[in-house]
């Protein structure tokens, strides 16, 4: 009985382990990307038929911008600072989309949907 205990413990630090190496490994391979150049951040209002652009920000290198976008909830606020884009603030209760963080890649996104939101790097820069 001892012996299978002590085993159970093994694996589920294994198990810990092996989790933890991945979300720490992800994190450092998702930091050694570069920002792309040629990307826009398009905010686009999520409606029931779709979605609907209301902005777009060509991103370069030194150029900032702040964008407020009023939806259902409030203002969200979206801050575009050279290369990247990100949710700044958001009257959402989990504030999911400003966890996000800052964008810089093809493809990457925040989405509010509480406050019917989404931002979207899309462009000429390569997806990967």
């Known amino acids: 009985m001892q012996q299978k205990k002590k085993q159970d ?28 150049e040629g ?3 398009n905010i686009y209002e999520l409606t029931s038929d779709g979605r609907k652009l209301l902005e777009s920000f060509t991103l370069k290198e030194g150029e900032q911008a702040v964008y407020e976008f009023h939806g259902k909830l409030g203002v969200t606020v979206v801050e575009i600072d050279g290369l990247k884009a990100r949710v700044r603030s958001s009257p959402c209760p989990d504030q999911v989309c400003v ?13 509010c949907l509480p406050n019917s939101m989404i931002v979207v790097l899309e462009g000429d820069g390569v997806g990967y």
């Open 9 to 36: 413990w093994i694996l589920i630090l294994a198990f810990l382990a092996l989790g933890a190496g991945l979300i720490f490994g992800g994190k450092f391979f998702m930091g050694l990307r570069e920002a792309e």
């Open 39 to 41: 990307l826009k951040a």
């Open 99 to 111: 966890q996000f963080g800052w964008l810089q890649f093809h493809d990457d996104f925040a989405a």
